[in-house]
C-alpha cells in the first residue's frame, strides 16, 4: 500500500465515533444536510460515477431491495463527484427513489471528509458508512477499485440496528 493510500484509509471516520455532517445538493439541486434525518437511520454510498456500470448494478440492487432500508427505518443516500445534472438524468434513466448527492463542488469534500476521495482519479472510491438514528457510524466498509459491494453487507448490518 503506497504512504497516500494509506493515509487515505488512516482518515476513514471511525465507527462508534459521529458522523461528520455536511450538506450536499442532491439531483434536483435541494439541499440535504445529513443531520436533519437524526432520528432515522442513514445508509450513506459513495461510488465513482453516473452511469459507470459497477455504480449502477449497486445503486440498482438498492433500489430494488429498498424495502430492506426501509423496514430498518434507513434512508440511503448515494454520494458522487457528478453535478446534479448528470445525477438526475442518471437517476430519471434508472428509476431511483433515493437521493443522488452531487460532491461536485468544492470537489469531492465530502469523500475527502469520509476518506474515501481518490484525489488521483478525481472520484469517490465505493465506501458504505451505515449512521445510526443518533449520529453515530455503526458500520462502514471501503471496497477497492472494480469491487462491488455484497448487498448482505447492508442487510447484516441494518438488522444489527434495529427501528430507531
Known amino acids: 500500500m503506497t504512504a497516500a493510500l494509506a493515509a487515505a484509509f488512516a482518515a476513514v471516520p471511525a465507527v462508534g465515533g459521529t458522523a461528520p455532517d455536511f450538506e450536499l445538493p442532491n ?19 459513495f461510488y465513482p460515477f453516473a452511469f459507470s456500470g459497477i455504480c449502477t448494478g449497486e445503486l440498482c440492487e438498492i433500489r430494488d431491495n429498498l424495502a430492506v432500508f426501509e423496514d430498518a427505518n434507513a434512508v440511503v443516500l448515494a454520494v458522487s463527484v457528478d453535478s446534479k445534472f448528470s445525477l438526475r ?5 434508472e428509476g431511483y427513489g433515493f437521493d443522488l448527492l452531487a460532491d461536485f463542488w468544492p470537489h469531492g469534500s465530502v469523500a475527502s471528509t469520509y ?24 458500520f462502514s466498509v471501503v471496497n477497492p477499485r472494480g469491487q462491488a459491494r455484497d448487498f448482505e453487507g447492508y442487510r447484516s448490518a441494518l438488522a444489527g440496528l434495529g427501528r430507531a
Open 89 to 93: 438524468a442518471y437517476a430519471a434513466q
Open 115 to 138: 476518506g474515501v476521495f481518490d484525489a488521483e482519479s478525481g472520484m469517490a472510491r465505493r465506501g458504505t458508512f451505515i449512521i445510526d438514528a443518533a449520529g453515530i457510524i455503526r
Open 27 to 45: 439531483q434536483y439541486g435541494e439541499p440535504v444536510r445529513l443531520s436533519s434525518f437524526r432520528g432515522q437511520n442513514v445508509v450513506l454510498v
